[in-house]
């Protein structure tokens, strides 16, 4: 399989990232445990997910996908073989989002313990502070890194602006810096990412690891309707905003495609979004074993140009 490079470190991880926010909310732990043993099986060593979830569910608190990734770990003994990329920031009950240096401090000891690991290889800002300094930030990053807890660090939901500061701070201050960002981005949600982000990526030579590449499912084919979208507890509202006839003409593009392929929707959504020079990894989800087959031949499948054309001039966005 092609391990690509996360940004200028030593880190090499496949081109799909498996999105932790399942473990724990749609997936059980029984369920979780079988899907991150045919992930591993199948040499996907690379997984994506975050203090604060799964908050947003009743009953919960934040730190559910962690505590579940970290006994799964322990239980098969294979933390020296995967890349664990987690984030910090979000509100877990202080009632913002915080980066001050105390609380990352405090936050990654918390990570620390429900991973069951002595490390973090991926460390990412998962929300902008604007309130707390970049100097501060980094700042506290570095001692993360030099006492070992932190290979590298990363952001997500960062502008352009504020990434491009980011950087020019770690630079003059030679602290850290984000060696990838993850932002939105798929075949409907071209524009943000496209015109303003990825270019400060790529002059910075900076990995993008792409959330949401599958449109909240929109992608797989599976909501072709406003009932279809009800019927899900992960896709709901999150994909009406699809339900147009740009989105009709993109999921038309992607089953032709798919057709010519011998493929999936899924499939191929996913492998366009990974064949974007830009792109180190794309995450997504599964919630049961029955789905993870789609994602794991997405990294295989490789699009022509003109399969590439095809699903580009359909998802066409203007400025």
Same mark, same amino acid.
């Given at each position: 399989m092609e391990l690509r490079r996360l940004g200028r470190s030593d880190i090499l991880v496949p081109p799909l990232c498996f999105g932790g926010n399942v473990f724990g909310w749609t997936a059980d732990e029984t369920t979780s445990f079988r899907l991150l043993d045919a992930l591993f099986e199948a040499g996907f060593c690379f997984i994506d997910t975050a203090d604060v979830y799964s908050r947003w569910a009743q009953g919960h608190v934040g730190g559910e996908s962690e505590t579940i990734i970290g006994t799964w770990m322990k239980a098969?003994?294979?933390?020296?073989?995967?890349?664990?990329?987690t984030k910090v920031g979000s509100d877990m009950g202080q009632g913002k989002v915080s980066l001050?240096?105390? /609380?990352? &401090?405090?936050?990654?000891e918390a990570s620390l313990s429900r991973l069951q690991t002595d490390y973090i290889d991926l460390y990412q800002s998962h929300w902008d502070d604007p309130d707390t300094p970049f100097?501060?930030?980094?700042?506290?990053?570095e001692e993360l890194i030099a006492a070992g807890k932190v290979r590298i660090i990363g952001a997500s939901n960062l502008s352009a602006p504020r990434l491009f500061e980011a950087l020019a701070v770690s630079t003059r201050e030679k602290?850290?810096?984000?060696?990838?960002?993850?932002?939105? /981005?798929?075949?409907?949600?071209?524009a943000g990412f496209e015109a303003d982000i990825e270019p400060v990526c790529a002059a910075n030579g900076l990995g993008v690891i792409t959330y949401f590449s599958l449109a909240a499912g929109f992608l797989t084919g599976k909501y072709r309707s406003r009932a279809d979208a009800q019927k899900s507890v992960r896709g709901g509202s999150l994909v009406d905003k699809y339900?147009?006839?740009?989105?009709?003409?993109?999921?038309a593009a992607l089953d032709e495609v798919a057709a010519a392929r011998g493929a999936t929707p899924t499939q191929v959504a996913l492998a366009w979004v990974m064949a974007r020079p830009s792109v180190t990894a794309a995450?997504?989800?599964?919630?049961?074993?029955?789905?993870?087959?789609?994602?794991?031949?997405? =990294?295989?499948?490789?699009l022509s140009g003109a399969d590439i054309s095809r699903l580009d &001039? =359909?998802?066409?966005?203007?400025?």
């Open positions: 098969r003994g294979n933390r020296d073989r995967l890349v664990i990329a001050k240096p105390d /609380y990352i &401090k405090t936050a990654v100097e501060d930030v980094l700042s506290a990053y602290l850290p810096r984000y060696e990838t960002l993850q932002p939105e /981005y798929n075949l409907c949600e071209r339900l147009n006839p740009r989105g009709e003409g993109i999921l995450i997504a989800s599964a919630s049961r074993i029955e789905q993870l087959g789609d994602l794991l031949a997405s =990294a295989d499948l490789a &001039k =359909a998802s066409a966005w203007k400025d």
